[in-house]
Nanobody, 125 residues
């Protein structure tokens, strides 16, 4: 059973940085693509970034490009989301997701089979 556990969220001032982690277990992740999404209050779930586990190819939403970096650590089976220059509008619950896809990356939440429980990020002005 695939499990994804996010951590690293919290309260940060505008302009600050956070690094979110997603610890994965229970799957053969070399065949997976991983993604980060967020959902703010009253908003739909929004794609942020994705990474192929085996190729390390990345894909970013235009809205965050240049401010976030997705990466993975094979040994720890962990995916990271480094977020810089945070803004109040970045406040949301951030979710890690996984899909079986060796190299294909997707920005559509429905393409992902597995989800973490989410971690809250709050950016104060």
């Amino acid at each position: 059973q695939v499990q994804l556990v996010e951590s690293g969220g919290g309260l940060v001032q505008a302009g600050g940085s956070l690094r979110l982690s997603c610890a994965a277990s229970g799957g053969t992740f070399s065949r997976y693509a991983m993604g980060w999404f967020r959902q703010g209050p009253g908003q739909e779930r929004e794609f942020i970034a994705a990474i192929s586990w085996i190729t390390s190819r990345t894909y970013y939403a235009d809205s965050v490009k240049g401010r976030v970096t997705i990466s993975r650590d094979n040994a720890k089976i962990t995916v990271f989301l480094q977020m810089n220059s945070l803004k109040p509008e970045d406040t949301a619950v951030y979710y890690c997701a996984a899909r079986v896809a060796v190299s294909g990356l997707s920005s559509f939440a429905n393409d992902y089979e597995y989800w973490g429980q989410g971690t809250q990020v709050t950016v104060s002005s």
